[in-house]
Every structure is written in structure tokens, then in C-alpha cells.
């Protein structure tokens, strides 16, 4: 795998120096490439993680933080009509959304570890991470929109094409 390629090029001391750096607050930091790329590692790390594993449970059973009930209720009163099978990029990048998801996600500010962390999202919840399947979101961003896909049954083909098929 690519990132473990990277990550293996780091050495001991070069990873050691990037877990902290990633531990720092945003501000702490300009435009440093490498870590740029370690985040990215990260975002991908847990795309793929998350991906396996609704692939390997089904979704409507999966609980990914202690108040998904609450994500999803607060998500569906303030985007009904968001289409969370296939997202447009607009419905999470556009300046009129912007100023919707803003409030939205500040307001798990100390309730979701890590809430505006950057990660991946996909917009077609039918397909895997792909280059033109992918968003960078925040964590609140993903945790909604998720819970919402698990919920609602949008990730189950996921799972059923994944799962084994019995023979008969």
C-alpha cells in the first residue's frame, strides 16, 4: 500500500515527530508538506478502515458514537431534503452551505472527539473511496451524513456485496 511506503520513509524519529505534530492544534502549523501528507495518510487510514467495516457488519446494527440518535435527529431537522445517497460536492462546499454546516458542526464542539478534523467522505454511498467519489469533509460532516446512510439503509448494498453469498 502507498501510505505505508510513505509512512515507512518517515523512519522512527520522522513518525514520531508527525504523531505529535498531528496532536497540535491547526494554528499551530502553515503549509508544511510533509505534513500535509500525513495528514492525508490519516483521512485515508480511516476511510479505509471505515469502509471495511460496513462492509463486514451490517450498517443498520453499526454504532459509531455514543449519541448517534442525536447526530441523526439534529442532522435531519436542519438538512431534510439532503439526498445522503449521492451528495453533491455543492451540498457540503458551496458559500450557501458553508453557512449551514458551520453551526451545524460547531455545535458538537467537545461532544464528538476531534470534530472538525478533516476526513473522507463519499459522495455515491453505493461506491468505494475513489478519487472522484471522495470529499474531504470535517468529522461532524461524516458522522451525520454516516449515520444517517446506516440509518436509513443507504450503506446496506455496500454490506449484501461484500458479504459472502451461500451456494445452495
Known sequence: M???????SLGLQGASTG??????????????PQLEVMWAM???????????????????????????????????DTFKDLDIKKL???DLKSDEMKEVWRPFCNQFQGLIEDFNYGTLL???????YTEDNTI???????????????KEGCNDVVFTSKSPKCES
Open 2 to 8: 502507498a501510505s505505508d511506503d510513505a509512512l515507512g
Open 19 to 32: 504523531a505529535h505534530a498531528l496532536s497540535l492544534p491547526a494554528d499551530a502549523y502553515g503549509n508544511d
Open 42 to 76: 490519516k483521512a485515508y487510514n480511516h476511510a479505509e478502515v471505515y469502509f471495511n467495516l460496513i462492509s463486514s457488519v451490517d450498517p443498520k446494527f453499526l454504532k459509531l458514537t455514543k449519541m448517534d440518535d442525536d447526530i441523526y435527529k439534529i442532522f435531519r
Open 88 to 90: 453533491n460536492p455543492d
Open 122 to 128: 463519499r459522495l455515491d454511498c453505493e461506491r468505494d
Open 136 to 150: 474531504f469533509a470535517t468529522r461532524a460532516q461524516f458522522f451525520a451524513v454516516e449515520i444517517a446512510r446506516n
